[in-house]
């Protein structure tokens, strides 16, 4: 049955006045009642179907938004990384690895550098890698502190979130140093792992290195340190030390400070780079937790890590000419120093002057043994090599006595006269246009000598002998040489020569002939006669 006044009802009587009531209805007027029904038949329809996917529609938006509504809400009950430390970069570069929960059980992993300056969130499963000079610290919740030092690798393996939560930290490589905080249960509650060994402490300060996969050393400076490897167990107590080894006892020693000392350096550079270098004298096996304090004219400039060895190095560049003293103060990486080393110091000078030859109107003069360089004549002309552009400055017994320039094939030339015989050391020093000075260096030693040299016979057998050979020694001047009848003798360095004659029947001449280093002679003639 149809609803009066509803549209079916329209419909119906519509159609039963064109068929029943009716009937003298032409058979055109009944078909256009009839296209008249088939239009409101599908306008019915068609409100019905769109009522229909409405209904549709609204279902599966509710259904959605209760899905989403379920999803939120796990979302909130599922549990999430607590980031419960905070990472501060103080060198850089520092690599960090982390893996963060997003939705549900769907993991994101990345890996970020950071630089000085730069912090960072920290959770259980995130790893840290310092780079060589980098250095980090990390500040947990409760308190606690850790310092890592370059080219160490580090991974937090447990990170509670109650108060008083235990922390698990993974030491694979490197060396860090913690400060644990003193919590009011007094329970051990900081936990770091290295390949070798686990320490436990509560309200301590101690430092942690890995040396080798089957070494680490511990250091304790304030609290209690429980170190086990495998089955052994040791306490360190402030002021203690030991090198955890595999296969070996654990024995705790006290703790030793290091100690550097630098290796020495020249009296002069003549570049800008000045080499430092030195070792750590401390036990081997801690040398490698030590970090070495480098300081310039007493003031810090770096801090250098240690080699394998023990051993540090570092090129420092001086700012300009002068002297620069060098001394280094080594430091544990729980920050106990030892006494400074014994400086060393060098000078950064202009190169100074060299010297390559003298000659005079004879000739160029050999240099004798003594390094110097002997001559007849009063003057001499000097030839030596500088820096093109500068001036080489002579000085005599500290007063000057000339100037000579160098030309741009980095040659100079100085002519020297002597007042008189004797000996003249001559020293010189490179100047440049800005008025700096080279060190001081001997430029040549001249000796003016005119006078002939001493030669006398001291051991003569006679004026006639009856032997086949005699001897004859004497006396001559210290470096002079010596011939006898044109064949050299040997004089020793005091001017003492011994020789051995044969003689031929009757008369047979002796003529010596002394030569010293500036070309001066002295002949001495006699006559042995063999009977």
Not at 227 to 236: F, I, N, P, S
Not at 460 to 479: H, M
Request: charged share 20%.
């Amino acid at each position: 049955m149809t609803e009066p006044g509803s549209n079916e009802d329209k419909l119906a009587r519509l159609l039963r006045a064109a068929y029943t009531e009716t009937p003298a209805l032409s058979p055109t007027a009944r078909v256009a009642i009839l296209e008249r029904t088939l239009v409101e038949v599908r306008k019915r329809g068609g409100r019905r179907a769109a009522a229909g996917a409405r209904g549709f529609l609204y279902a599966a938006a509710a259904l959605g938004l209760v899905v989403l509504l379920a999803l939120a809400a796990v979302q909130l009950w599922y549990p999430r990384e607590a980031e419960l430390a905070t990472l501060h970069v103080q060198a850089g570069p520092v690599e960090l690895q982390r893996t963060r929960t997003r939705i549900l059980w769907f993991r994101e992993s990345s890996t970020v550098t950071l630089a000085a300056g730069e912090t960072a969130r920290l959770a259980a499963g995130d790893r840290m890698r310092t780079g060589a000079g980098a250095a980090a610290d990390i500040a947990f919740a409760e308190g606690s502190t850790a310092t890592l030092a370059a080219e160490t690798e580090l991974a937090i393996a447990r990170l509670d979130r109650s108060p008083g939560g235990q922390i698990e930290l993974r030491l694979e490589a490197g060396q860090a140093a913690a400060s644990v905080h003193a919590l009011p249960s007094r329970a051990p509650h900081l936990t770091i792992l290295t390949p070798a060994v686990s320490a436990v402490a509560e309200g301590t300060r101690f430092a942690v290195a890995v040396i080798a996969a089957d070494h680490t050393f511990l250091a304790a400076d304030a609290g209690t340190v429980r170190v086990r490897m495998q089955e052994q167990e040791a306490r360190l107590g402030a002021g203690e030390e030991l090198d955890a080894i595999l296969g070996q006892p654990l024995v705790v020693r006290s703790q030793t400070p290091p100690q550097p000392a630098l290796d020495p350096l020249p009296e002069a550079v003549y570049e800008p780079q000045i080499a430092v270098a030195g070792q750590v004298v401390s036990t081997p096996q801690a040398a490698p937790a030590v970090l070495v304090e480098i300081y310039v004219n007493d003031a810090l400039q770096t801090t250098l890590a240690l080699d394998a060895a023990g051993r540090f190095s570092w090129d420092y560049t001086a700012p300009g000419f002068g002297s620069y003293r060098f001394h280094a103060v080594a430091q544990s990486a729980r920050g106990k120093a030892g006494a400074p080393s014994a400086a060393v110091s060098t000078t950064y000078s202009k190169r100074a002057p060299a010297f390559q030859l003298a000659r005079t109107g004879q000739g160029e003069l050999p240099v004798s043994e003594l390094g110097q360089y002997a001559t007849r004549e009063s003057v001499v002309t000097l030839v030596g090599r500088g820096t093109p552009g500068e001036t080489v400055v002579i000085y005599l017994d500290g007063v000057e006595v000339g100037r000579a320039a160098v030309d741009a094939s980095g040659s100079f030339t100085f002519q020297f006269t002597a007042p008189a015989e004797g000996a003249y050391p001559l020293r010189a020093v490179a100047l440049d246009d800005a008025g700096y000075a080279s060190a001081e260096v001997l430029l040549a030693t001249i000796v003016y000598d005119i006078t002939p040299p001493i030669l006398r016979l001291t051991r003569f057998p006679g004026d006639e002998v009856s032997a086949a050979r005699v001897t004859l020694g004497g006396q001559t001047e210290p470096g002079a040489g010596l011939t006898m009848n044109g064949a050299p003798v040997a004089v020793d360095a005091a001017g003492s020569f011994t020789f051995e004659v044969a003689l031929a029947p009757g008369p047979n001449a002796i003529r010596l002939i002394a030569t010293d280093a500036a070309g001066n002679t002295v002949c001495s003639t006699s006559t042995i006669l063999r009977k």
